[in-house]
């Protein structure tokens, strides 16, 4: 092979999938002069050597010292992951001699290592292995690692939090969450990439505002009056259904409703529909909460048997000179008189003002913060 000067070698490792910053999982053989050791090992690119950590718990710990000689192997066989770690060593696969050291005989690619050096850290030794040969075995062969399928996984896991956040279980969203962060937690253990830790950062992000608002909107009464505090970030002109085109103004628009039905068509079922971004637009609000620039800060909510909707849009418009945002917006059913259910506040957060009114009204108001998300 190459001497390690070259960045041929290092880009010969790229290409199979060895990073700097993401630990590639494979499986190490080697010769300890007592045979051959075969265990799981992650290892990163460092220069134009793969670099790991071995804890000094494991009994490869034991072995370390350089010039040995052995192998990193590239497989997805599972029993080449599992058998070491259950059993201590392999039972079904082969490991084969070379002049290089002992290999896997099954794998999709070998990299001959002998190990350079070792040094003692805290609570593991950080091993360099020098490159000596390489066997491709399969075309395109790919070091896994663990921060993809985490990072997959941990999407998956959201999807469903969306799907019985929708239904307001929150059984099954506190223990879908908990697998969440085990699976983001391994995408930070795995890997350093700048792209995967934002991204998971998103999705737990994600995951813990479903459990608070599942679990803040499963506390909720059944039937009721809300406002929904919607911030907007800028003017603009939106597509309203057959209201046509309306105009919005930056600050704060407040959409009053009521839910007086059982399930969907109670609080609950209302609110995290209007909290979901991904539904069927139907309603005037839909329209305007699909935009990325719009997003419900606070809700404010309170228990009614009856239809109070009117009465708090009203007393929004009088006591907090909240104006019609756009005629018409929410109202086509109003028999009340009311110009629209959808009322520009202005640019200061009129919170604690419309709790106000909520209380002069004898209605019991419950704060729940939304804050930014998707
Ligand atoms: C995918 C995978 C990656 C692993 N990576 C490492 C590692 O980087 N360093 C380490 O010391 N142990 C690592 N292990 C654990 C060792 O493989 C494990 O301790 C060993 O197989 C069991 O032998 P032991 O009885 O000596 O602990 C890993 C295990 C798995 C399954």
């Not at 002992?102 to 360099?128: G, H, M, N, Q, T």
């Not at 409703?257 to 995290?272: D, N, Y």
């Not at 991904?278 to 048997?305: C, G």
């Amino acid at each position: 092979m190459v001497e390690d000067s070259s960045g041929l070698l290092r880009g010969l490792l790229s290409h199979l999938g060895f990073s700097p910053r993401t630990f590639s999982e494979v499986i190490l053989v080697l010769e300890t002069g007592r045979g051959a050791h075969v265990q799981p090992l992650g290892v990163k690119l460092k220069g134009s050597s793969l670099w790991a950590r071995v804890f000094k718990s494991t009994r490869l710990h034991e072995h370390l010292r350089p010039s040995l000689r052995g192998s990193l192997n590239i497989t997805y066989d599972p029993r080449a992951f599992f058998e070491p770690v259950i059993h201590g060593r392999l039972l079904s696969l082969e490991i084969r001699e070379s002049p290089l050291g002992p290999y896997l005989a099954s794998c999709d690619a070998v990299i001959f290592v002998e190990i350079a050096e070792v040094k003692e850290e805290r609570a593991f030794s950080s091993v360099f292995f020098k490159p000596l040969g390489l066997i491709i075995e399969r075309e395109h062969p790919l070091a896994p690692n663990r921060a993809f399928p985490a990072l997959v996984e941990a999407l998956v896991h959201l999807t469903r939090i969306r799907h019985h956040a929708r239904a307001c279980d929150v059984q099954p969203v506190e223990d879908l969450a908990k697998k969440v962060r085990a699976c983001v937690e391994t995408v930070r253990h795995a890997t350093e990439e700048s792209a995967y830790l934002d991204m998971a950062s998103e999705i737990l992000s994600e995951a813990e505002r479903w459990v608070y608002l599942v679990r803040s909107i499963a506390s909720l009464p059944e039937k009721g009056v809300y406002t929904l505090v919607v911030r907007l970030g800028k003017d603009m002109e939106i597509r309203v259904g057959a209201l046509g085109k309306a105009k919005l103004m930056a600050g704060y628009h407040l959409y009053t409703g009521s839910a007086l039905g059982k399930g969907p068509l109670g609080l609950k079922g209302r609110l995290i529909r209007h909290l979901s971004r991904i539904k069927k637009v139907f309603w005037h609000i839909d329209y305007l909460l699909r935009e990325q620039e719009a997003y419900v800060e606070t809700l404010i909510v309170a228990e009614s048997q009856f239809k109070k909707e009117c009465e708090v849009n009203k007393a929004l418009m009088e006591e907090l000179g909240a104006v019609p945002s756009v005629l018409g917006f929410g109202s086509s059913d109003c028999r009340s008189g009311c110009p629209a259910h959808l009322l520009y506040a202005g640019l200061s957060r009129p919170v604690e003002a419309i709790e106000r009114v909520y209380q002069r009204l004898g209605l019991k108001p419950i704060l729940i913060e939304v804050g930014r998300w998707r």
